[in-house]
């Protein structure tokens, strides 16, 4: 009980190295974003060097109808639609298990990143790529990748909520599907021709830093709750295991 009571009056106790190392791993993604935006802005060669590949990619699909609707199939499962679809009942069945604050953590997660991508998008304000005969289309502004960053943080988010869940030898399973299927909804943008290399690059970045923020507030939160702190690797809330079962 004493100890409980230290934790939470303690600053020190209450935060500690965890949260430390979590604003460097924020800070790691964050300033090569930094420079990654101040390159898009600034670099001339690297914006020929992006429309060289957008060209080059578009292409690679323009005389394949087959494969331009793969890639739109698989770009679908980096959009909004199937995001609040995803999202919704999941929240929906933590809080129904008992476990609000996962519930909270999904949905703040999903909805705060939504938000910071279409300011960033408004601030840094990049049209998309202009082709000749292009294969699809995309409304609003071109950097970061919208697809891109959204599947980071969202399909990363699951993962946290859900690892406990998940048998300890399927875990690499799981999180390598995970990352190939981000990576590999970024490159149907790519291919598409709706975003420039830079973009989804940009959209990767900056979800791995809204996640690693997002993931930092709920781990402040669990420890303010009076509860121990957690390897990631076990999940955001490993004694939640049974429950979500």
């Known amino acids: 009980m004493k100890d409980r009571l230290r934790r939470r009056l ?20 964050a300033i090569p974003f930094g420079m990654l935006l101040d390159q898009v802005e600034n670099d001339r060669s690297l914006i020929r060097l992006d429309t060289s590949a957008a060209n080059y990619l578009h292409g690679w699909v323009l005389g394949s109808e087959n494969l331009v609707q793969y890639l739109k199939i698989l770009t679908f499962f ?4 199937w995001f609040y679809v995803l999202v919704t009942p999941a929240a929906i069945w933590v809080w129904r298990r008992g476990h609000a604050r996962l519930a909270i953590f999904l949905v703040v997660t999903a909805l705060g990143g939504g938000l910071l991508d279409t300011v960033v998008k408004e601030a840094v304000d990049r049209p998309r790529p202009s082709l000749v005969d292009p294969v699809a289309t995309a409304y609003g502004k071109s950097f970061p990748s919208g697809h891109a960053m959204s599947s980071t943080f969202v399909y990363g988010a699951l993962v946290l909520v859900f690892l406990p869940v998940i048998g300890r030898r399927y875990r690499p399973v ?43 507030a709920f781990s402040i939160w669990r420890v303010e709750m009076g509860r121990s702190p957690v390897d990631l690797a076990e999940g955001l ?4 295991a049974e429950d979500l079962v």
Do not use: K, Q
């Not at 980096?78 to 639609?81: A, T, Y």
């Not at 299927?181 to 791995?208: E, K, M, N, P, W």
């Open 10 to 29: 303690d600053p020190d106790a209450r935060y500690g190295l965890r949260v430390t190392l979590f604003a460097v791993a924020f800070l790691m993604v």
């Open 78 to 81: 980096g959009s909004p639609l």
């Open 174 to 216: 799981v999180i390598g599907g995970a990352v190939l299927l981000v990576l590999a909804i970024g490159f149907s943008r790519l291919a598409l021709g709706v975003h420039y290399i830079t973009d989804v690059a940009g959209g990767f970045v900056l979800g791995l830093a809204w996640l690693a923020a997002s993931t930092a």
């Open 237 to 240: 809330e490993p004694e939640a």
